[in-house]
């Protein structure tokens, strides 16, 4: 689709219908696809030529939102997944197997920092985790020749911790591997890491892209500007036995990355999106701009008035100006910070609770990115699995509060909290 903005591709990107066909992306409901010659179907299979075969490795539905995204975050490709935690996972093993290791900073979303010390340690996949204000010298320490790549989040969720974009992909590159980074609560329309100089990006769908919880997803997007000939990722250059003796870099050249992780691990793992929920997602990202831009005004409008109010210890969202991550924000994040922001309560754990049963407009629910306002205590919730250590490192305090700011009038969600603040 052109050289089209931003706010164009969310709502026009990814399908374009012929003459007479449906101008609303249909759910192409199937699990196959008919051929005619056998011939065809065998290039097919050795990936000689493209096309659908089986729902499990790609769908026409999927495929139109992977091209939207693809676009949306200026990448050459996209793979969808089951969940956010299916990206993070996929986007790993496609390039870092059972003896080898990876760098990630502290700051991150709960069920990633599960997924990194419990899961993948079990299939011997070591994490070594880096503070996100290390120098390069520190984080460069950390790597030797079995580290395959570096892991961050663009906003940490919940600490609201902007990556250094610049910093971490300098080091990548230095060391030699990819930098992965985790764009879910920014969203391609705060920033697109892959401009900065990340490589591989990925999202849980399940938040700001469906933006109205109700499909669990995930993508992973293919920056298409990684050297994967440097003698460190033989899984891409050397022949795979799975298909002839075919090298992913000589095939499919800037791609090599987002096709293996399609024809390899979706295929043998299963874990991509269903067609239904491709389509929800996809409908999502239509409104995605928008709503970005609303979410961002109400967090900062509510950012500001708890910072006045007498009963909040602290606030955290990045475009408060003595917000410690302020600079940050201004350099990496376009028109807004996303609707998640986090505040301290006086007291604590009692406190925090009393003020969540006070809410009647603002949902507890454990997400984000919806468009209705909700709030979450995570150092009960998402952080619990986590001791108290690792809570601080993931920027988690006792106090702390975490709002996901919907996109109703600000003012009916400042009278909310107000209310609830007064039961306290
Ligand atoms: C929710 C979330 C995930 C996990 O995504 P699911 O779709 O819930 O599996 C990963 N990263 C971040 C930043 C998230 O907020």
Known sequence: MGNYKRGTVCVQGGYEPKVG???VLPIYQTTTYKYDDPDHLERLFNLEE??????RISNPTVEALEKKYAELEGGVGAVSTSSGQAAILNAILNICKAGENIISTTTLYGGTINLFTVNLKNIGIEVRFVNPDAKEEEIVSLADSKTKLIYGETIGNPSLNILDIDKFS??????????IVD???ATPIHCNPI???????IHSTTKYSDGHAQAIGGIIIDG??????????????????SYHGMRYVDTFKEAAYSVKLRVTLIRDLGNGLNPFNAYLTNLGLETLHLRMERHSYNALKLAKWLKNHPKVSFVNYPFLEDSNEYYKATKYLENGASGILNFGIKGGIKEAKEFMKGLKLTSLVVHLGDSRTSILHPATTTHNQLDEKAQIESGVTKDMMRVSVGIEDINDIIIDFENAFLKI
Do not use: C, M, Q, S
């Open 21 to 23: 066909e449906p101008r």
């Open 50 to 55: 493209e096309g659908h075969l089986y729902t």
């Open 170 to 179: 300098k080091v990548a590159k230095n060391i030699g591997i990819p930098l």
């Open 183 to 185: 764009n879910t609560v």
């Open 195 to 201: 401009k900065h100089g990340a490589n591989i990006v």
């Open 224 to 241: 298409g500007n990684f050297n994967w000939n440097n003698g460190k990722f033989p899984e891409l250059t050397e022949p795979d036995p």
